[in-house]
């Protein structure tokens, strides 16, 4: 069983950058797939990136490659997205998940554990 908390979303301006954290607890983090996903008003839930148990691979979602980072440290069990270069279209909220899913799984119905997500706005 694993819990997922979801911190530093904000407003912020286009351009501009945020880094989401995601703190975990159960012994077992270090097992899953780390994702995460995003949800905007009125649209299903969107794939933004994943990397693997031993972070040694990431994929990211076209919409966002080169601009986010995805990292884990499993050592303090957290995971991070570092956002840059935001555009008025990254506005959702953020999720983190957890799961067996392979890296690069888009759906999120591959995913066991879900944080409570953190609101990420970004104005023009």
């Known amino acids: 069983q694993v819990q997922l908390v979801e911190s530093g979303g904000g407003l912020v301006q286009a351009g501009g950058s945020l880094r989401l954290s995601c703190a975990a607890s159960?012994?077992?983090?270090?097992?899953?797939?780390v994702g995460w996903f995003r949800q905007a008003p009125g649209k299903e839930r969107e794939y933004v990136a994943t990397?693997?148990?031993?972070?040694?691979?990431?994929s990211y979602a076209d919409s966002v490659k080169g601009r986010f980072t995805i990292s884990r440290d499993n050592a303090k069990n957290t995971a991070s997205l570092q956002m840059n270069s935001l555009k008025p279209e990254d506005t959702a909220v953020y999720y983190c998940a957890a799961g067996r899913a392979l890296v690069g799984t888009s759906s999120p119905a591959l995913f066991d554990y879900w944080g409570q997500g953190t609101q990420v706005t970004v104005s023009s």
């Open positions: 159960g012994r077992t983090f270090s097992s899953y797939t």
């Open positions: 990397i693997s148990q031993s972070a040694a691979v990431a």
